[in-house]
C-alpha cells in the first residue's frame, strides 16, 4: 500500500508505520540487552545420516525468550539483528557458545567424539565482520578442531558478495572448517558459483522436500540438485523431513544427510544430551 502524499509533497506517517517502527525498536532494545544479559541461547537440531539412521551432527539455531515479547522467532529476530548491526556480537556468541557447548558433548557424551557442529552465518556478517577471525577465536578458546566445524551460508548471502565469500571460504577452509550453502534452491544464485568457490555441501531448501511427493516438479528439483552436487563431489542435506515418505524417497534418491521433525525438533542442550545417551 502507497503512502499519502501531503501538500509539501513530504510523506505522511500513517499510524500503522509508526507502531510498526515502534516494535522494530523495541525488538532491537530488547536483543542488545539479551546479548549484554546472556539471554539467548542455542538450540541443536540433529543431522540424521539417511543410510544409518544415526546422528552425525548438529545445527546450532538462535532461540531468543524475552521477559517483554516471549519467543521470538529467529524469522524475526535476525533481521532486526542484521538491520541494527547486532548480528556481528550475535553472530559471534553463537560460534563460541555452539563450540563450547559441543566440545563438552564430544567429551562427556559416549560415542559423540566425532559430532559435528554447524553454525549459520549471515551474509552481513560476512561482510561487517571479519569471520574468519571471529571462527579462529571461537576454536581457540574452546578447544575445537576446525574440521567439526560447519560453516552455513545462504545462497543470497554469498551471490551478493562473491568475492569477499571466496576469499573468506578459502581462508575457513585453510582452518579444516566446511562450508555449506543453506536453502539452495531458492536464492537466484548462480550455478557457476558452485564451480568457482569451494563449497562442501549443499542443503536443499525445504520448499522442495516439502513438494516432493505432491508434485512431480518438485521431485525433479531435489533429483536434478543430488544429481549435481554428486557431479560435483559434495555432500547433500536435505532440510525439513517431516514424514517417513519423505525420508524414505530422499534415501533411495541418493540423498546423505536429512534434518528435519520427523528426526527430531531443534533441542536444547540438556534434551539433546539424553537424546544423545539413549
Ligand atoms: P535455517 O538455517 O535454514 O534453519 C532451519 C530452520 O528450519 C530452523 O528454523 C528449523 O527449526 C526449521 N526446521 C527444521 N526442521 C523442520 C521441519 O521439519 N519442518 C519445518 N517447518 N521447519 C523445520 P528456525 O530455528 O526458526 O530458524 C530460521 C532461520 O533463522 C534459520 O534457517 C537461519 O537462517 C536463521 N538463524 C537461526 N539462528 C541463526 C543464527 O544463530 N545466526 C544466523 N545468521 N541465522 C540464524
Ligand atoms: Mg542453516
Ligand atoms: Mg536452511
Ligand atoms: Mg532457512
Not at 557442529?117 to 552481513?124: E, F, K, Y
Not at 569471520?131 to 560447519?150: F, H, Y
Request: aromatic share 6%; charged share 25%; net charge negative.
Amino acid at each position: 500500500q502507497a503512502k499519502r502524499t501531503g501538500a509539501s509533497g513530504v510523506e505522511l506517517y500513517q499510524p500503522q508505520d509508526h507502531s510498526k517502527a515502534r516494535e522494530r525498536f523495541r525488538l532491537e532494545a530488547g536483543l542488545r540487552d539479551a546479548l549484554e544479559k546472556n539471554g539467548l541461547t542455542l538450540a541443536y537440531q540433529p543431522l540424521i545420516d539417511l543410510k544409518t539412521g544415526r546422528i552425525s551432527g548438529v545445527e546450532a539455531l538462535s532461540r531468543w525468550i524475552s521477559e517483554e515479547h516471549g519467543f521470538v522467532s529467529p524469522a524475526d529476530f535476525i533481521p532486526v539483528a542484521e538491520e541494527s548491526g547486532l548480528i556481528v556480537p550475535l553472530g559471534r556468541w553463537a560460534l563460541e557458545t555452539g563450540c563450547r557447548e559441543l566440545m563438552k558433548l564430544r567429551t562427556t557424551v559416549p560415542n559423540s567424539e566425532q559430532l559435528q557442529l554447524a553454525v549459520n552465518v549471515s551474509g552481513v556478517q560476512l561482510v561487517r565482520d571479519d569471520i574468519v577471525d571471529a571462527v579462529s577465536q571461537a576454536l581457540d578458546r574452546t578447544g575445537m578442531p576446525g574440521n567439526a566445524l560447519k560453516i552455513e551460508l545462504t545462497e543470497s548471502a554469498i551471490v551478493s558478495s562473491p568475492e569477499r565469500a571466496r576469499d573468506v571460504f578459502v581462508r575457513l577452509k585453510a582452518l579444516g572448517c566446511m562450508i555449506a550453502m543453506d536453502d539452495f534452491g531458492t536464492g537466484y544464485s548462480s550455478l557457476s558459483y558452485l564451480q568457482k568457490l569451494p563449497i562442501d555441501i549443499l542443503k536443499i531448501d525445504r520448499s522442495f522436500v516439502d513438494g516432493m511427493l505432491k508434485s512431480t516438479d518438485s521431485q525433479n528439483i531435489v533429483r536434478a540438485i543430488l544429481s549435481l552436487s554428486k557431479a560435483l563431489g559434495m555432500t547433500t542435506v536435505a532440510e525439513g523431513i517431516e514424514t517417513e515418505g519423505q525420508r524414505d524417497a530422499l534415501a533411495l534418491a541418493g540423498c546423505e544427510i536429512g534434518q528435519g521433525y520427523y528426526f527430531d525438533r531443534p533441542l536444547s542442550i540438556e534434551d539433546l544430551t539424553t537424546r544423545l545417551s539413549s
